[in-house]
């Protein structure tokens, strides 16, 4: 290895590397180095690296190490396989681009039948069998069992298997009940009459759900219906998943809390699964908790449809954590708290990682809490993608929409106004450090004191064919200091202000008092 420059620095994980030279040298750095401790004391690197010769069995045609030397390092999580494809597994994951070979390697790669949820009956026990030895496979034993009750073995013989090559190999069967929670097991002995020298990768286990059905269509939740209850219709879903677009109609009445901590099977941007008040109107299913009231974790295809979400008794409506992915609030009442405390929101997102792709907040009435609808992303690598917020009505303390590095589609058609309840400086929308398609037709009305009516930092279009429309909206912002109407700041590129209404009154500021407040930091804005 030869280090050009500043070793300390430019190079920051250097480690579990073989370096072997039949010369003098190991590797240069700031000088040349003989050996590799020398080159780990100039370094501070390769803390785990050796000098071993590989003694590769067929040079020039491959690089494959001796069978008899160790170059074992630790997993790499994105490089699953050697260059041949061998999987590579913590007793084979040699330094290089060849996995050790072992004479005996015999694998199960997976069970083929039974999946994860199954319907009920018998059904057939199947592997994925694979031999990694050098040696061709003729034969091998199979051990398994269910339950921890070990079933008859299967003996293979006249098998014809190379290094690398599989085939299927049908075990027996299971008899599955509703609700029944089958664990099966399987592992490989004595290939060709050998002891395997690579065990790590002989036992595969699974479990396997029955199911009486997969839900697909309309379902009625409440006292006689087909559910009775919310925890029964997740113990559905968690175990058995949907084969098709469900929707969840909800009796009337006051529900507790619900986290959503996972994306069930077999959902998709089709197969989507909607929780709704069965007469339609939110007023009759109330969502009620002390603290945040729907909790969405790492969750996706999922639909919020005509309830009311009421969380004046605790903090949060809505909120994401983690990745949540196609998830819509439609049609939905949200209550927030209406005192001036930063941690009531109506729908929030925090900045951590795994970020929002896909979310649609359209059609609800968002009433109280510091913000109205507050989305953070974790930095501009990690923003929350692809998310429109149309048709709204929002009445806030101090934000109705606040974004931060988050990348929108579209905020359209919404009403947002200063609640009756707030004295403070009001902000319609804020937005940071992200990127938009159009915002259009918003009212913003104010009446104590605003801040701005619509502002955005490093904030606007993706590129000049990629430009942002901010169109036909009316702002009617009443400020007592100095107010302005839409702040352009730095970094508000590739946008088009057309069409915008705008009226500040009872403002006695002069500094950043206008309807329409441009920096001179931005690219490519026009204003008509």
Same mark, same amino acid.
């Given at each position: 290895i030869y280090y050009n420059g500043n070793y300390n620095t430019n190079y920051f994980t250097v480690d579990y590397n073989n /370096? @072997?030279?039949?010369?003098?040298?190991?590797?240069?750095a700031g000088a040349a180095r003989a050996t590799l401790s020398a080159l780990q004391s100039a370094t501070g690197q390769d803390a785990n690296s050796t000098n071993v010769n590989p003694t590769f069995a067929a040079i020039p045609t491959d690089l494959v190490v001796s069978p008899s030397i160790n170059l074992l390092s630790p997993l790499l999580e994105d490089i699953t396989v050697d260059i041949n494809g061998m999987p590579r597994d913590a007793s084979n994951n040699n330094m290089g681009c060849y996995a050790k070979i072992f004479t005996y390697d015999v694998s199960l790669i997976s069970f083929i039948s039974p999946q994860e949820r199954?319907?009920?009956?018998?059904?057939?026990?199947?592997?994925?069998? #694979?031999?990694?030895?050098?040696?061709t496979l003729t034969s091998v034993n199979i051990a398994w069992s269910?339950?921890?009750?070990?079933?008859?073995?299967?003996?293979?013989?006249?098998?014809?298997?190379?290094?690398?090559?599989?085939?299927?190999?049908?075990?027996?069967?299971?008899? *599955?009940?509703?609700?029944? *929670?089958?664990?099966v097991e399987a592992y490989t002995y004595q290939p060709n009459a050998n002891a395997d020298q690579n065990t790590s990768n002989d036992t595969i286990r699974m479990s396997t759900y029955g199911c009486s059905s997969f839900l697909s269509g309309t379902y009625t939740v409440g006292s006689g219906k087909d559910f009775a209850n919310l925890n029964a219709v997740y113990a559905q879903l968690?175990?058995?998943?949907?084969?098709?677009?469900?929707?969840?109609?909800?009796?009337?009445?006051? /529900? #507790?809390?619900?986290?959503?901590?996972?994306?069930?099977?077999g959902t998709s941007s089709s197969n989507?699964?909607?929780?709704?008040?069965?007469?339609?109107?939110?007023?009759?299913?109330? +969502?009620?908790?002390?603290?945040?009231?729907?909790?969405?974790?790492?969750?996706?295809?999922?639909?919020?449809k005509d309830v009311t979400i009421d969380a004046r008794g605790g903090e949060v409506g809505v909120r994401f954590v983690g990745y949540n992915e196609n998830i819509e609030i439609n049609g939905c009442q949200i209550y927030a708290n209406p005192t001036a405390t930063a941690t009531y929101r109506g729908i929030s997102r925090d900045n951590t990682p795994n970020p929002l792709s896909n979310i649609r907040i359209i059609n609800n009435n968002i009433d109280g809490g510091y913000y109205g609808i507050y989305l953070y992303g974790d930095g501009t690598g990690e923003r929350n993608i692809d998310v429109t917020i149309n048709n709204n009505t929002?009445?806030?303390? /101090? /934000?109705?929409?606040?974004?931060?590095?988050?990348?929108?589609?579209?905020?359209?058609?919404?009403?947002?106004?200063?609640?009756?309840?707030?004295?403070?400086?009001?902000?319609?929308?804020?937005? @940071?450090?992200?990127?938009?398609?159009?915002i259009s037709k918003n009212k913003i009305h104010t009446h104590y004191n605003t801040t701005y009516g619509i502002y955005g930092s490093? +904030?606007?279009g993706a590129s000049a064919t990629m430009r942002l429309l901010i169109a036909n909206n009316e702002l009617i912002l009443k400020g007592s200091a100095s107010p302005s109407g839409i702040n352009?700041?730095?970094?508000?590129? @590739?946008?088009?202000?057309?069409?915008?209404?705008?009226?500040? @009154?009872?403002?006695?500021?002069?500094?950043?008092? #206008?309807?329409?407040?441009?920096l001179n930091t931005a690219t490519s804005v026009r204003i008509k």
């Amino acid at each position: 290895i030869y280090y050009n420059g500043n070793y300390n620095t430019n190079y920051f994980t250097v480690d579990y590397n073989n /370096y @072997y030279n039949t010369g003098t040298n190991v590797g240069y750095a700031g000088a040349a180095r003989a050996t590799l401790s020398a080159l780990q004391s100039a370094t501070g690197q390769d803390a785990n690296s050796t000098n071993v010769n590989p003694t590769f069995a067929a040079i020039p045609t491959d690089l494959v190490v001796s069978p008899s030397i160790n170059l074992l390092s630790p997993l790499l999580e994105d490089i699953t396989v050697d260059i041949n494809g061998m999987p590579r597994d913590a007793s084979n994951n040699n330094m290089g681009c060849y996995a050790k070979i072992f004479t005996y390697d015999v694998s199960l790669i997976s069970f083929i039948s039974p999946q994860e949820r199954e319907l009920v009956g018998t059904i057939p026990v199947s592997v994925r069998l #694979a031999n990694f030895g050098a040696n061709t496979l003729t034969s091998v034993n199979i051990a398994w069992s269910i339950n921890g009750v070990s079933q008859t073995p299967i003996t293979l013989t006249g098998l014809f298997l190379p290094q690398l090559a599989d085939t299927i190999v049908v075990l027996g069967s299971v008899n *599955l009940t509703a609700g029944s *929670l089958i664990n099966v097991e399987a592992y490989t002995y004595q290939p060709n009459a050998n002891a395997d020298q690579n065990t790590s990768n002989d036992t595969i286990r699974m479990s396997t759900y029955g199911c009486s059905s997969f839900l697909s269509g309309t379902y009625t939740v409440g006292s006689g219906k087909d559910f009775a209850n919310l925890n029964a219709v997740y113990a559905q879903l968690s175990n058995c998943g949907v084969m098709g677009p469900v929707t969840f109609l909800l009796d009337s009445g006051v /529900y #507790a809390g619900v986290s959503i901590t996972d994306q069930f099977m077999g959902t998709s941007s089709s197969n989507t699964i909607t929780l709704t008040s069965a007469s339609g109107n939110p007023a009759d299913v109330i +969502f009620s908790s002390g603290t945040d009231v729907i909790t969405l974790e790492n969750t996706a295809h999922l639909v919020l449809k005509d309830v009311t979400i009421d969380a004046r008794g605790g903090e949060v409506g809505v909120r994401f954590v983690g990745y949540n992915e196609n998830i819509e609030i439609n049609g939905c009442q949200i209550y927030a708290n209406p005192t001036a405390t930063a941690t009531y929101r109506g729908i929030s997102r925090d900045n951590t990682p795994n970020p929002l792709s896909n979310i649609r907040i359209i059609n609800n009435n968002i009433d109280g809490g510091y913000y109205g609808i507050y989305l953070y992303g974790d930095g501009t690598g990690e923003r929350n993608i692809d998310v429109t917020i149309n048709n709204n009505t929002i009445s806030t303390m /101090y /934000y109705g929409i606040y974004g931060y590095y988050t990348n929108f589609i579209e905020i359209n058609n919404n009403i947002i106004t200063q609640h009756y309840n707030s004295t403070a400086a009001f902000y319609g929308m804020s937005l @940071y450090y992200g990127l938009a398609s159009e915002i259009s037709k918003n009212k913003i009305h104010t009446h104590y004191n605003t801040t701005y009516g619509i502002y955005g930092s490093s +904030f606007g279009g993706a590129s000049a064919t990629m430009r942002l429309l901010i169109a036909n909206n009316e702002l009617i912002l009443k400020g007592s200091a100095s107010p302005s109407g839409i702040n352009i700041g730095s970094g508000q590129n @590739y946008t088009d202000f057309y069409q915008n209404s705008i009226l500040l @009154y009872g403002g006695t500021g002069t500094s950043n008092h #206008a309807c329409l407040y441009l920096l001179n930091t931005a690219t490519s804005v026009r204003i008509k």
